[in-house]
């Protein structure tokens, strides 16, 4: 069996949901593309990848498209965007969408999961809940243990491990209810690799355990021109070596996004949202203009600062999709939570 993970900071934790999952099935083989803090919009990028030799994609973003709603946009813009991602992803692949949320909506649920259940269903993915799981089994299975979570974004790993292990348990042999076939919308979709931006310029690569970044290096004055405007919604940086203000233009003017992160040494990876997207043509790398649109978990220290502008820029994604057109409705014979429950009921076996 062949999967790959798409997922954030719950699919990083050492003894979390992926190392009870990997227990499960230690023959298969698991790849992984991981990156925390930021948002669900990010695996646009993988689009332009083979995904025809997987059984599975796991998709895990729930918590950050939570968590970083403010920075992403408005919630219709971003429900539409990732329906048509998840779509173009079924229409290749089995897709499992998983859902996990912040410790604030566990009792109540938070917009941005009720939705992404409804569409898990309408492009035909399997959608299991670690919410409802860790609501059912985590008293259970913590014992005395104070608290369900351990962090505002994860539950405890105890119990994530345990549904993890369940759910490959579950998958080992598990033959996915049919639907009705996916929208294929990757004609809406473009990304341009650090290759594809500035011809000529020399790419730079920083790895650790986890992942390899490929990257240009911009400083002030550089800029990137696009063929033609689109819509971008963002990029991949490494935080620890990028702190710029950027000019995004384009055919409805100019807006200045600040990617002003501490400098240090190391990898850290993280893909900016752009607010809303912003249809552009040319990216510079520009001066500490105002006013400006924050991004994601940067800070201002030394603002405006003395050290020249840097910017280590990966890959930059764009949408042209319609943020108008409603969602549609899941089919009524696609049945979304059959692993869900065959997943609670091996849960409910061992701790119930």
Known sequence: MKILILGTSNSILKDGWTYGFRAALPDAQIDKHIVGASPGMQFVTNLADDLSGYDHVILDCIVNDEHLSRRIGDINYNNRLIFELMSTLASRVNLITLGFTKVNFIKKASPQYLKRRVIAAACGSQFVSFRDLTLRYGRKILGDKPGLYE??????????????????????????????????????????KPEQLIPGRALSVRANRLLSFEHIELRAGDAIEFPTAGRCIGFYVNARDCRAMLKLAGPSGVRFKETWFNVSDGLELKFVPVTGGFPLDRIEVAGAELPFERSIHTRFDEWPGKKGARVTLGTVAFWNGDIDIPIPAPANDFDAFDLHRLVDRRMAEQHG
């Open 151 to 192: 962090h505002l974004g994860h539950p405890r790993r105890e119990i994530a491990y345990a549904a993890g292990h369940q759910l490959g348990l579950a998958l080992a042999d598990y033959a996915a209810p049919k639907a009705a076939p996916a929208v294929d919308y990757s004609d809406n979709f473009s990304v341009f």
